[in-house]
């Protein structure tokens, strides 16, 4: 499925996504890692923090319903893959992101910019995965 | 007043995510699909989060602390190790079968899909598998994913 190049909304999107990760961090003192937001919701630790997750989270989720609100229009979700490939994609990434201690909010933006080193290697791992992932999909079994 | 604000924050996230193209499994998988359909455009994606992200966090660490909080809580292990390597590798494995990362799909269930809400059951199911595994290889270690890098 072919999509459209959109470098000034990706763009206009990603530096959202910045400001937001800055603010976490001014307010919280917090990294934006959208993994450790959603686990410490759904397992909530001793030490607390459940309601600003909760708070965090419902912001998210708010996102398309604000982009709904301004331009008439809900944000493209278009997914070219099967609800098998969804159920085992999604458990994957599950499992991968709490022994890797993060996503792609978590090390790919906020530790990047942090300078991590232990996000530097954790980004290049799971972008190179995925790129293999996706060509052996696409180009070598063809689905 | 805390929470409204930290709601914003949390919004000005997910809108950004649901202008950037991060929501969509289609535009994702042809960020990585080069010698397909490729579609570039999440590169400004990641490129002007990190640039804010990075300039932001330098003006911010120049506060002695957070507004709500005591201390500044940034994760702190400097540990690079198979488990840091594998997981993200297999995190990689995942999202290029489905297309979406957990920062994509949460605020994607926003707009109410059923596809998202599989994946996000999904997701949340891999996470309670990883966490049992720990347990039981690690003897109870805490928490290992709410320290996010």
Known sequence: METVFTPWASLTGGVMIGLASVLLMAFHGRVFGATGILAGFVIPSHSGGWAWRAMLLAGMVSGPLVVFALTGEMPAVDVPVSTTMLVIGGIIVGIGVTFGSGCTSGHGVCGMARLSPRSFVATISFMSATAITVYVIRHVIGL | ?149
């Not at chain 2, 990075?54 to 909080?69: H, L, T």
């Not at chain 2, 999904?122 to 598998?129: D, E, K, N, R, T």
């Open chain 2, 1 to 149: 007043m805390k929470h409204l604000i930290t709601y914003l924050i949390g919004l000005i996230f997910g809108v950004g995510i649901s202008i950037s193209g991060m929501a969509n499994p289609a535009k994702v998988l042809n960020f990585f699909d080069f010698f397909g359909t490729w579609d570039p455009s999440l590169a400004f994606v990641m490129g002007g989060a990190v640039i804010v992200a990075g300039i932001g966090y330098k003006i911010v660490f120049r506060r002695s602390a957070p507004v709500f909080e005591p201390v500044f809580n940034a994760p702190i292990s400097t540990v690079i190790d198979a488990k840091l390597v594998g997981g993200s590798a297999v995190f990689g494995i995942g999202w290029g079968i489905a297309g979406f990362c957990p920062g994509g799909a949460l605020p994607a269930l926003g707009t109410g899909k059923t596809d998202v809400i599989i994946f996000f059951a999904a997701l949340v199911s891999g996470i309670l598998i990883a966490r049992a595994l720990m347990r039981l290889d690690l003897g109870g270690s805490s928490g290992a994913a709410t320290s996010n890098n």
